[in-house]
């Protein structure tokens, strides 16, 4: 499901529309309610209330919910800030992978702060998290993602983060990303797949008729 910004209410009965007019604490207090409707309506009445990351973060970390859990992460992409992108990257790390993919992404759409974590992320001593943030990429519309994938396929020692990074360039990647792609199968000689994943890629980038030393 999408994230959106939107304002339609849900079609709350009558008695739901009225609990809307709260103040903050309410609000706050109804992302515990047991009822998911009023938690949904929660979520989208505080969304952009920066001071609210941390408990609509809480709620979303236990939320089970599809359409609450929904309503909290449009909530923080609506909202955006340093607060909300702390507590996004600490989702990359759930075991749930729901919340990850979530995470994933409200972090592309808040690219004007991806200058700020992609090089950490990358970096990752984990190699899942370093997958996450390939995909972040996927989608993510910055004037960098071309040199943090070529940076991935250079120095990142891990084949499937690698690999994550050749399906990006296969469907995004331009030519400029033909030179570290041609080399990887090199940095890689023992795993065949990635030697075949990159000539799909560079078939794809080139396009009919296309060559670059192949």
Known sequence: MP????DADDNLPG??????QRDRAGLLEQLQDPRPAA???AAREIAGDATAMDAICNALEIETDAGSRHAMLTALLVTGGERAKARLLQLLRSEDAGLRNG??????GMPGLAG???DGLLSDPDSDVRIFA???LESLRHQ??????QQVLQNDDHVNVCAAA?????EAGGPECLPALEALPQRFPDEPFVDFAVRTAVRRIQGPGGSHGQ
Do not use: K
């Open 3 to 6: 994230l959106v910004r939107r």
């Open 166 to 170: 050749v399906d990006v360039l296969t």
């Open 15 to 20: 008695e739901e529309r009225r609990e809307n």
């Open 144 to 149: 960098r993602v071309p040199e943090w994938l």
């Open 134 to 136: 390939v995909n972040i």
């Open 39 to 41: 938690r949904r309506r």
């Open 103 to 108: 995470a994933i992404e409200v972090l592309q």
């Open 116 to 118: 700020e974590y992609m």
